[in-house]
């Protein structure tokens, strides 16, 4: 592993990844790091073009070198990368290959092989392979759950991760449990402001509204919101996303009032503190329209809609799927106010992205008869 390159090879590898550095001689192990370090700083900063260059240049040098214990993960690395803008079959074929040089350099048991397991059932859960994925997420966990005796965040993490997938295909039970476990480990594992913490609280709570234990879901959110309401970066993020759902959870007990006001709280930490331009505040402007619409507001109930559909167009492009809410709430405003015409507009153009996503259409009928009122979901 410490073999050295010759002046001509380093000159190769920097010109192969667009790197400006002196031609000095270095033990390939050395190059390796350096490249796949650079490639990780690139991904971090949002510079996915030079991260993948530097993780190419990497595996070059890895594969060269016979580095088969940093080639698996380089390759994790850029099987993440691939993940991250879209290229979902790359990914596994990479991700793939990750995993099998992970088994024959640290074998089966291994808290690495665990990583690219974890890795790998991110991936199959995004392309819908659910079983595949749970495979890959209880394997994970068995390992970790030996690792260090247990109880280390990586450990919460992949149970957070399997939970995930559990809430996704309806096993609630299942998803509570580890989730809960999760948040146990947290609580010992991080401090008590840490946005890995705040994230698994609110996806329990949610979790719990699901299964229709609002109380303690309450509790749930209002420990995020406490976390993170007057900070900034990812614990504001999350604290918006608290006030939102338990807004959401006023709104179906009937308490009007206090829902508008988390709405409100809501809305003031997406513009001003997470960011004004984000799918989230389109969503939480459409949510309080629709509350605004059953409390009869309906002038601000309007403006609401049109700030939702504006955002979500900014933000996503004028034929995403996260448009449909937002047109057929303001469908059904107009359908209530007495404006059936300027309604069928709106229905129509929710069906067409409808089509474009392979969803079902809805009927006019359809939209008018959504029961609005306390209790109902909007």
Same mark, same amino acid.
């Given at each position: ?11 190769v590898?920097t010109l ?6 002196p031609v000095?001689s ?9 490249l796949?370090s ?6 971090e900063?949002g ?5 993948e ?7 070059e040098v890895?594969a060269d070198?016979e580095l088969r214990a940093?080639?698996?993960?380089t390759?994790n ?5 691939f993940?991250?803008t879209?290229r979902?079959?790359?990914a ?6 990750a995993?099998?040089?992970r088994f024959?350099?640290?074998g ?6 665990a990583?690219?397991m974890?890795n790998l059932g991110?991936?199959?859960?995004a392309?819908?392979?659910y079983?595949a ?6 394997? @994970?966990?068995?390992?970790y759950?030996?690792?260090?005796? *247990?109880g280390t965040?990586?450990? =919460?993490?992949?149970?957070s &991760?399997? !939970?995930?997938?559990?809430?996704r295909m309806?096993r609630?039970?299942?998803a509570y449990?580890n ?6 480990i947290?609580?010992v594992?991080l401090p008590p402001?840490?946005?890995k913490?705040?994230?698994t609280v609110?996806?329990l709570?949610?979790v719990?509204?699901k299964?229709g234990?609002g ?9 995020v919101?406490?976390?993170g309401v007057d900070?900034?970066g ?7 996303t608290?006030?939102?759902?338990l807004?959401?959870?006023k709104?179906?007990?009937c308490a009007y009032?206090e829902a508008?006001d988390?709405y409100?709280? @809501?809305?003031q930490l997406?513009?001003d503190?997470?960011g *004004?331009?984000?799918?989230d505040l =389109?969503?939480?402007?459409? &949510?309080l !329209?629709g ?8 002038d601000?109930a309007?403006?609401?809609y049109?700030?939702s559909?504006l ?5 996503l492009?004028a ?8 047109l057929?709430?303001?469908a059904?405003?107009l359908?209530?106010t007495?404006?059936p015409?300027?309604a069928q507009?709106?229905i129509k153009r929710?069906?067409?992205?409808r ?7 809805v009927t ?5 008869d959504?029961?609005r009122s306390?209790g109902?979901?909007?």
């Amino acid at each position: 592993m410490s073999r050295k390159l010759n002046s001509i090879r380093i000159i190769v590898i920097t010109l192969l990844i667009g790197v400006c550095a002196p031609v000095v001689s270095f033990a390939q192990d050395a190059i390796w790091l350096e490249l796949n370090s650079r490639g990780m700083k690139a991904y971090e900063s949002g510079d996915l073009s030079s991260a993948e260059k530097f993780y190419r240049g990497a595996l070059e040098v890895a594969a060269d070198g016979e580095l088969r214990a940093e080639m698996s993960a380089t390759l994790n690395n850029l099987g993440l990368l691939f993940k991250a803008t879209g290229r979902l079959e790359e990914a596994a074929s990479v991700l793939h290959n990750a995993l099998e040089l992970r088994f024959s350099v640290y074998g089966a048991r291994h808290r690495y092989t665990a990583q690219s397991m974890n890795n790998l059932g991110r991936l199959m859960e995004a392309l819908g392979r659910y079983s595949a994925a749970e495979h890959l997420y209880s394997q @994970a966990v068995d390992i970790y759950s030996e690792w260090k005796g *247990g109880g280390t965040s990586v450990l =919460a993490g992949a149970l957070s &991760n399997l !939970a995930s997938l559990y809430e996704r295909m309806g096993r609630l039970e299942d998803a509570y449990r580890n989730l809960n476990r999760a948040v146990s480990i947290y609580d010992v594992t991080l401090p008590p402001g840490h946005p890995k913490l705040a994230s698994t609280v609110n996806t329990l709570a949610t979790v719990l509204v699901k299964m229709g234990h609002g109380v303690a879901a309450e509790a749930m959110y209002r420990r995020v919101i406490e976390l993170g309401v007057d900070e900034k970066g990812v614990l504001a993020f999350e604290a918006a996303t608290a006030l939102n759902n338990l807004a959401a959870l006023k709104k179906e007990n009937c308490a009007y009032e206090e829902a508008s006001d988390l709405y409100e709280r @809501a809305i003031q930490l997406w513009r001003d503190v997470v960011g *004004g331009r984000s799918q989230d505040l =389109a969503v939480t402007y459409n &949510n309080l !329209a629709g509350l605004r619409t059953r409390q009869a507001r309906f002038d601000e109930a309007e403006q609401l809609y049109q700030r939702s559909i504006l955002l979500h167009e900014q933000v996503l492009g004028a034929r995403n799927r996260y448009l449909i809410p937002p047109l057929e709430g303001y469908a059904y405003f107009l359908l209530v106010t007495n404006h059936p015409e300027q309604a069928q507009v709106l229905i129509k153009r929710s069906n067409q992205i409808r089509d474009q996503h392979d969803l079902d259409t809805v009927t006019m009928a359809q939209i008018e008869d959504r029961d609005r009122s306390c209790g109902d979901e909007t």
